[in-house]
T-cell receptor, first 114, second 114 residues
Framework: AQSVSQHNHHVILSEAASLELGCNYS??????LFWYVQYPGQHLQLLLK??????LVKGIKGFEAEFIKSKFSFNLRKPSVQWSDTAEYFC????????????FGKGTHLIIQP | ETGVTQSPTHLIKTRGQQVTLRCSSQ?????VSWYQQALGQGPQFIFQ???????GRGNFPPRFSGLQFPNYSSELNVNALELDDSALYLC?????????????FGEGSRLTVL
């Protein structure tokens, strides 16, 4: 069974700082990788996803993530964060035909101080 | 808004009771999956329904069961409630065939078991 590890459970940054949230997974086969975000009081929504091709993927609101297969990693980055990026961020892995669901990490609570 | 609606939003039950949670999927989506999110944890896959049949299941006991109706709406039933069942229950809809694609989540039903 696959697992997902997010390195930081709580991150506090100032506006305009650069962001990198770590995500590692354990699974030996082909994976689909996702970052979901949950803003305060809102539902989970997709930030970006990787299925194949260019390992550097771009998502909404200036976020990007890089898939490094040799490191089993899919780290999320943003060069300059804004106060509105305050949210809970979840890394998730999907395998097989999708009927096994997604495996989520425990999440990183990001707080951006103005 | 995702178009995925869940009810009720909050409920309180006692140990041993049974609960039914409901979900209406986004228009055009034929697949529904359910996740349990305990406090401080990421969502955990319970099961997935497609064409009114369960076609994938996570590591949850049989007292967690579900239904999908012809209009693709769904129910999650939990029998013999235990204290550890206290959690946010998330419903997500998607389109079969894009199984590696985006899940659209509802805002969840928060269950408290006393």
């Amino acid at each position: 069974a696959q697992s997902v590890s997010q390195h930081n459970h709580h991150v506090i940054l100032s506006e305009a700082a650069s962001l990198e949230l770590g995500c590692n997974y354990s699974y030996g086969g082909t994976v689909n990788l996702f970052w979901y975000v949950q803003y305060p009081g809102q539902h989970l929504q997709l930030l970006l996803k990787y299925f194949s091709g260019d390992p550097l993927v771009k998502g909404i609101k200036g976020f990007e993530a890089e898939f490094i297969k040799s490191k089993f990693s899919f780290n999320l980055r943003k060069p300059s964060v804004q106060w509105s990026d305050t949210a809970e961020y979840f890394c998730a892995v999907g395998t097989g035909g999708g009927a096994d669901g997604l495996t989520f990490g425990k999440g990183t609570h990001l707080i951006i101080q103005p | 808004e995702t178009g995925v609606t869940q009810s009720p939003t909050h409920l309180i039950k006692t140990r041993g009771q049974q609960v039914t949670l409901r979900c209406s999927s986004q228009s055009g989506h034929n697949t529904v999956s359910w996740y349990q999110q305990a406090l401080g944890q990421g969502p955990q896959f319970i099961f997935q329904y497609y064409r009114e049949e369960e076609n994938g299941r996570g590591n949850f006991p049989p007292r967690f069961s579900g239904l999908q109706f012809p209009n693709y709406s769904s129910e999650l039933n939990v029998n013999a409630l235990e204290l550890d069942d206290s959690a946010l229950y998330l419903c997500a809809s998607s389109l079969a065939g894009s199984h590696t694609g985006e899940l659209f989540f509802g805002e969840g039903s928060r269950l408290t078991v006393l």
